[in-house]
């Protein structure tokens, strides 16, 4: 028996030899978006700068965002959100990232809010897992 395609249940899985999505990500970069943007509305709007709670908000707005955008339908996709959060004192900031993907299907969004005395910029990539 072929140990590769076996899971913790036993169940043997052909492969599906599907090499496009059904949905792809690129077309929906909108949607995402507007989901990034709608999150930091409803949670970040009246917050002010607390080093200590950041970390938490950072945690619980990435998860959010990352089940709103899983709810559009994107199967077979791998959903990643990034986010940072920071004190406005009139200082610049550079965000970076890299990655090995496939252009045609594989993409990122990103969203940037800005409060009285703080910002969020939240980065969401997928990539199609074949």
């Given amino acids: 028996m072929d140990t590769q395609n076996v899971d913790n249940r036993g169940i043997d ?8 999505p059904n949905k792809p990500f690129i077309g929906n ?4 978006k507007e989901i990034i943007m709608d999150v ?15 970390s938490d908000y950072c945690q619980s707005l990435s ?28 200082q610049g900031i550079r965000i970076a990232s890299r990655c090995l993907w496939n252009q045609s299907y594989d993409d990122f969004v990103d969203g940037l809010f800005e409060g009285k005395d703080l910002y969020a910029v939240a980065v969401v990539f997928c990539t199609y897992q074949e």
Avoid: A, P, W
């Avoid at 899985?13 to 496009?20: A, F, Q, R």
């Avoid at 970069?29 to 995402?32: A, D, E, Q, S």
């Avoid at 930091?40 to 950041?54: E, G, I, M, R, V």
């Fill in 63 to 90: 998860e959010t965002i990352c089940q709103r955008v899983k709810k559009l339908g994107f199967d077979r996709h791998k959903i990643v959100c990034v986010v940072n959060i920071g004190e406005k004192r009139g």
């Fill in 29 to 32: 970069l909108t949607k995402v």
């Fill in 13 to 20: 899985y052909e492969n599906t030899y599907i090499m496009t």
């Fill in 40 to 54: 930091f509305q409803s949670t970040l709007k009246d917050k002010n700068y607390d080093s200590k709670k950041c």
